[in-house]
Each structure stands twice: as C-alpha cells, then as structure tokens.
C-alpha cells in the first residue's frame, strides 16, 4: 500500500508558484521522498527527490518538514504543460527500490 | 538517462487469447518492473522482472496470467494470458539505470484493449 496521501486535484493559475502537499507520518529513517508526475497519455518521469535537506533542480523544488512527516513540491512558475497528475512516493534507496504509487493529485495549470 | 521502447504501443485483442509486450532498453539496467494502469487509475506494480531468474510477482499478480522473461540486461516481455475485457489497461515498463539507482525510467506504455 502507498504510504503517502496527497489531494486529489488542486488548481493553479498559470505563472504563479503551484504547491503540492504531501502527508508521509510513517517514513522510516531510510526512506527518501520522491515526486514523480504523468502527463496524459505518457509514462511518468522523475522529477525531484529528497531524504531531509531541501532541494532543488531545474524543475521544481522540494520541502520538507523537520520531521519529515510532510513535504510540498514547488513548481516555482507553472504553465500549461505542467498539468498533470503529480505522484509523490517514499522509497528506500536501497533494497528492491521499486516505486509504489498512490493516487496521486491532478494539478490543472489555467491560463 | 535510459531510453525505453516498448512494442506495441497499442493493440485490440480478442478474449481468450495471449499478447507478448516487449520491452527494450537501450542501456544495461540494474532492475526492470512492469507495471498495469487501469482506465482513471494509478499505476499497480505487477512485478520485478530478474535477469536469468524468475520474476517477483506482487500480491495479486500470478505467474500463469502474466509470464515474464528477462533473457538479459536491456529486454524483458511481459504477456498478459487469456485476457477478458477487465486485463483492457495500459502496461508500463520502468527501469533503474547501473549507476544511477536515484531514479526510475518509465516506457510510454502499451494500451491494451480486450473485446
């Protein structure tokens, strides 16, 4: 079972900031918070992942709390190709590392 | 990063009857799954498929449904067995790059449908 629990669809103005909660109250020490997202009609694709510190890519930003039991993905300037259904997912590095998805939230980015 | 194809992308099958999905990476990876989404759902993992040995289905998922061969480290195929309208989904491909075990690759998926 997903480990995580996420809204089910939240709604974004294109060009503003678009923050994806997360609630994750039963992380092990081991295990690392991934983001993953799918656009319709394609297979996911990795986007950020963490473990405490915070972090930043090309594509968005990731925040997590002291006690890692939530975290907020940032996509800092959303547009329209950002709608997606966005999958955050706890995952140990190590081990059999496959990726257990929940259900997700669909984030509409509207002009 | 490893770039997948999967064959077919898409297929209308009859019930009753068997299709053979291929998977096909253009890189050796560590560890390859496949993976079922149902129409408006999340994706379900099926199983890992293990180079040389037999896969590891997950709770829920059978050998005899869906047979899974991995003969190397860039090809896996995935058969869905004696399909009935309920198998109509799309199955993805992923995989974990040798020397990048951070992160997953995904196919773009095959989108079965049975009649």
Redesign the interface.
Known sequence: DAKTTQPTSMDCAEGRAANLPCNHSTISGNEYVYWYRQIHSQGPQYIIHGLKNNETNEMASLIITEDRKSSTLILPHATLRDTAVYYCIVRPLGGAQKLVFGQGTRLTINP | SAV?SQKPSRDICQRGTSLTIQCQVDSQVT?M?W?RQQPGQ????IA?ANQGSEATYESGFVIDKFPISRPNLTFSTLTVSNMSPEDSSIY?C?V?ARGK?????????TRLTVV
């Open positions: 997948i560890m799954f993976y999340s994706l379900t993992l890992t993805l992923s974990i075990n951070t992160e997953a690759f995904f196919g773009q998926g």
